[in-house]
Nanobody, 132 residues
C-alpha cells in the first residue's frame, strides 16, 4: 500500500521559514518524480515545484517562488523536502505532494506543465499559514 505523508506546515510570520516533508512508503522513491502543489482558499491547485526522479537533477519552480523555495530529495529516507524561506502572506495554502512514475508526466512536472489527474499518488496536504 502506497502512502505519502506531507508534514511540516504551520503558522508562521511573514519572512519566516518552514521545511515541508513528503515521506513516501510502499514505493521505490527514486523511480518517481515528486511535485509540490498548493491550494489557497477559493483558488485552483497549482504546481509550485518539482524534482525529477533518480538523483533529482532537474527541478522546477513556479516564478513567484523562485529564490525562496528549494526542493530536494533524500532517497535513502524516501523523503522529498520543500524548504520555504521568506514566507509571504500569498504563500498561505494547503500544500500537497504528488508522485509520478510515468515518463511523460515526469517531463511535464519538471517543465511546470503538470496535469493534476496524471499523478499516481497524492499526499493528504499540510496547511501553511503566513500571518502576523
Amino acid at each position: 500500500q502506497v502512502q505519502m505523508d506531507a508534514s511540516g506546515g504551520g503558522l508562521v510570520q511573514p519572512g519566516g521559514s518552514l521545511r515541508l516533508s513528503c515521506a513516501a512508503s510502499g514505493l521505490r522513491l527514486p523511480d518517481y518524480a515528486i511535485g509540490w502543489f498548493r491550494q489557497a482558499p477559493g483558488k485552483e491547485r497549482e504546481g509550485v515545484s518539482c524534482i525529477s526522479s533518480g538523483s533529482g537533477g532537474m527541478k522546477y519552480y513556479l516564478d513567484s517562488v523562485k529564490g525562496r523555495f528549494t526542493i530536494s530529495r533524500d532517497n535513502a529516507k524516501n523523503t522529498v523536502y520543500l524548504q520555504i524561506d521568506t514566507l509571504k502572506s500569498e504563500d498561505t495554502a494547503v500544500y500537497y505532494c504528488a508522485a509520478t512514475r510515468i515518463p511523460v508526466v515526469q517531463a511535464k512536472c519538471t517543465m511546470g506543465h503538470s496535469v493534476l489527474s496524471e499523478y499516481d499518488y497524492w499526499g493528504q496536504g499540510t496547511q501553511v499559514t503566513v500571518s502576523s
